[in-house]
């Protein structure tokens, strides 16, 4: 498409790159590199001398016994065992949600429009909400397990030091469930109906059906989809923020993004705040390292 | 004659089966929403009921006087803060990203890739690092807890996936429509005004939607940069008016429903073109 004549003006697209490129400098590359800067540095809040520490906070926080370190390692398998189940569950109820919305049925345009709430909800409202359906007290969720029998008795689920990270996934998911569908759904769409039709001349099940032509056609959506989700939801904020326990010292269910901001912002450690978004932005980079690489290559082309 | 109506039977079991999950995957959806409503028109009293009833046993709009009376709720000035911080920070970042989205969709150009590789390591970098960073420069600049340090982190969030999903769109429009039009004799600047933007103005609303939706429910920043209660966006007011409230959970959900009902709206105005977007921006 760009080989085209009418596109060859050689400086045009330069000019039109060119505020984004100043903004993303001043924006994102400066405080990405000075974030790093910081990170190798002591500075405590803002105002304080940053003085050269070399890896010390690193160190300190995978070795150290004391403040943050003490957490670090919890929280750094807790964001891995968040984002896998958070992402998991959402493409699996996403996926059966896509496959019975891609059917022709009455009253469907309504369970499409129903199933998309979750997403349209602003997050802070979403986990208020949730908190109050957990509530140990006159929660709904409480009174229906023990109703069916699940319980004996009011279980405290979040907001305590020593709470569970599961009930927060639960949450994660029911807010990921309509995105998931909605592409999943897109790509469901675009598969050509007589690739089916020929399968059922053939005398495949729907099972094999499913095997051998919607999963491989919706081979790239699915990549892009657990990409995409899996770097949202690993630097996710506001669920494990809200439900957590007020200004608490570290507690169970809070993953790096959490300890990063109770380091720098509660405890005004704002070097080794730097530095435990750092180690998470390296993990998750190791994570997403294939679909770098295929940028990469495309670079070489 | 018997085979027949065991398949009838077979589809008539299937499409039960089907409607059954379809059933519970809504309601697993929309019963937090339905509690919320619920809640926001009950009585404190049976609120506070060990029993669970789904209609309000005794209607109310109490809940909701009391949000719009309480002094500690402002719900009018941070309804007033989250509009000017959002609308500013998404109309400066679609200003600067349209033309590139454009330039990216339609050239290809040295350190165009770069660009691209670029924008996909700046999504994955976690909000902490940047808002540390921010926080610290935007000391030096005297601008904690004012609405223009805000807007500033803002941009510096929406920038990339501006960027990147107007590309999408861009690309989604056929580079024909303009060869053709400029062999007609038009300008290029001519045609980008007339012809493409346009067409790609659905796409431009969509990301301005998303952006505008993004900032208007940002919490993290929102309540690290701004201290001071009358600068307060409605996402970290809510939360604020939450402590205030000693979990009274009425006004609570009255307060969610004031603020959920305008970007809902939105949000569903504008989600299947979000969502082309994002899918088109990230497949590339």
Known sequence: MANRSLFKKKL??????????????????????????????????????????????????????????????????????????????????????????????????????LIMIPWTIPSVVMSLTWQWLYDPFYGLINFYLKKWGFIEKYVTWVGQPNSEIWPQVIVGIWRGVPFMTLMLLSGLKAIDKELYEAAKVDGANTLQQFIHITLPSLKTIIVIN????????????????IMSPVNSLGYKASTLPILAWYESFQWKHLGKGAAISIISLLVLLVIMIDRVRQEMRSVKE | MVQIKKRHLANFGKNVLCYALLIAITIFCIFPIAWIFKTSFETPQF?????????????????????????????????MNSLIVSLISTVISLLITTMAGYALSRWNFHGKNTLNVYLLL??????????????????????????????????????????????????????????????????????????????????????????????????MAASTILQKSELRTLSVQIVNFMGFQRVEWGPIMAYSVIVMIPSSILFI????????????????
């Open chain 2, 269 to 284: 105005i504008a989600q299947k073109k979000m969502v082309a977007g994002l899918t088109a921006g990230f497949s590339k």
């Open chain 1, 12 to 113: 045009l697209p330069y000019w039109l790159i060119l505020p984004t490129v100043i903004a993303l400098i001043i924006f994102t590359l400066y405080p990405l590199v000075s974030g790093l800067f910081y990170s190798f540095t002591d500075i405590k809040f803002i105002g304080a001398k940053a003085n050269w520490v070399g890896l010390d906070n690193y160190i300190t926080l995978i070795k150290g016994t004391v403040g943050s370190a003490r957490f670090f390692a919890q929280s750094f398998w807790q964001t891995i065992e968040w984002t896998i189940s958070v992402v998991g569950g959402q493409f699996i109820l996403g996926l059966i949600t896509a496959l019975l919305l891609n059917r022709d049925f009455f009253g469907k345009s309504a369970f499409s429009i």
């Open chain 1, 226 to 241: 657990l990409m995409l989700t899996t770097m949202w939801w690993w630097n996710s904020f506001d669920i494990q923020k």
């Open chain 2, 47 to 79: 609120i506070r009921n060990p029993n669970i009833q789904w209609i309000p046993l005794k209607f109310t709009l109490e809940n909701y006087k009391s949000v719009l009376n309480n002094p500690n709720a402002m719900i009018g000035k941070s309804f």
């Open chain 2, 122 to 219: 700046v999504n994955m970098v976690p909000g902490t690092l940047i808002l540390i960073s921010m926080f610290i420069i935007l000391n030096k600049l005297h601008l904690i807890n004012t609405h223009i340090g805000l807007i500033l982190f803002y941009i510096s969030t929406g920038l990339t996936l501006a960027t990147w999903m107007l590309k999408g769109y861009f690309d989604s429009i056929p580079v024909d429509i303009e060869e053709q039009a400029m062999i007609d004799g038009a300008d290029r600047m001519t045609v980008i005004r007339k012809i493409i933007m346009p067409l790609a103005a659905p796409g431009i609303f969509a990301t301005g939607a998303y952006i505008f939706l993004k900032n208007w429910n940002e919490y």
